[in-house]
């Protein structure tokens, strides 16, 4: 087991990748505590304690410091300090070209996607800095390195992160903590595998792959990074996504993907 004795904070783990990457930690030997706005996130906290370990589940927005400082109190007070945290929780608030992209809906990106991760990385970094060992995984997005048509305030929180991401790594490599970012394609968690068939078979057509990735992917690279072995992997991003980053080039055209597959 990669985890053993570690204790791990995962936002936005109440379903999809977050959930199924607390599972893969548990299983890699951590205590995980699990946070999010959907009550439903206890669940996962009962899911982890399934396989032996110890767990927590908080309720909070990620965008609220307040809030944030009192559920990660909360979850240090039954698993002890944060030793890896997974900023996962992420929203898309609106799917609008930048003309009708509203103030409110670029705010709200911002704040959670982007503010978010800084609000869990200051509430968990002190300990962090004592210890001399810390680990930090931001969930970016391919969006973050290509932008994403009419996902404007998506796309920029996301890119954000990057320069969070190799900031903290600058400040906290000396006191053995890295931080590291993922950028995952398209993966199919529960909502992806609702888009209608015709989608997702279009979407499908522009992965090298030829196929989604799986929630647990990301969980397994996220429980690498996390641990001792990744020691010296720090301010990476690492792309997590079939291939997808590299076809770019044919997204405009339909009729060239079907000629790349015959
Ligand atoms: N699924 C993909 O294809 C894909 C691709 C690239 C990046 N990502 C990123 O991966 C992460 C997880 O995505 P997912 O597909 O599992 O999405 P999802 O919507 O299934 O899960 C996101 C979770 O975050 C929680 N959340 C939202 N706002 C929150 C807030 N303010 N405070 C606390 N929790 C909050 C939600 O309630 C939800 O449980 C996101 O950051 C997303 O941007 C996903």
């Not at 997702?200 to 990301?218: C, Q, S, Y």
Request: proline share 2%; net charge negative; hydrophobic share 45%.
């Amino acid at each position: 087991m990669l985890l053993e004795g570690k204790v791990a904070l995962i936002t936005g783990a109440a379903r999809g990748i977050g959930k199924a990457s607390a599972l893969v930690l548990a299983r890699e030997g951590a205590d995980v505590g699990v946070a999010d706005v959907l009550p439903e996130v206890e669940e996962t906290a009962r899911e982890v304690a399934a396989l032996g370990r110890s767990s927590a589940f908080a309720l909070f927005d990620v965008a609220d410091p307040a809030q944030v400082a009192e559920g990660v109190g909360r979850i240090r007070d039954e698993l002890g300090d944060i030793q890896i945290l997974v900023n996962n929780a992420g929203v898309v608030t609106n799917i609008a070209r930048l003309t009708k992209m509203t103030h409110e809906a670029w705010q709200r990106e911002i704040s959670i996607n982007l503010s978010g991760a800084f609000n869990l990385i200051k509430e968990v970094i002190g300990p962090m800095i004592d210890r001399k060992w810390g680990r930090i995984i931001n969930i970016s997005s391919g969006a973050a390195a290509g932008g994403l048509h009419k996902q404007i305030g998506y796309a920029a929180s996301k890119a954000g992160l990057l320069g969070m991401t190799k900031t903290v790594t600058l400040e906290h490599a000396r006191d053995g903590i890295t931080c590291n970012a993922i950028l995952p394609g398209l993966i199919g968690t529960e909502l992806a595998n609702m888009m209608p068939e015709e989608i997702r078979d279009r979407a499908k057509a522009m992965i090298p792959a030829r196929r989604m990735g799986e929630t647990e992917e990301v969980g397994h690279l996220i429980a690498f990074l996390a641990s001792d072995k990744a020691a010296y992997i720090n301010g990476a991003e690492i792309r997590l996504d079939g291939g997808m980053g590299l076809n770019l080039g044919t997204l405009g055209s339909r009729k060239e993907i079907k000629e790349m597959d015959q």
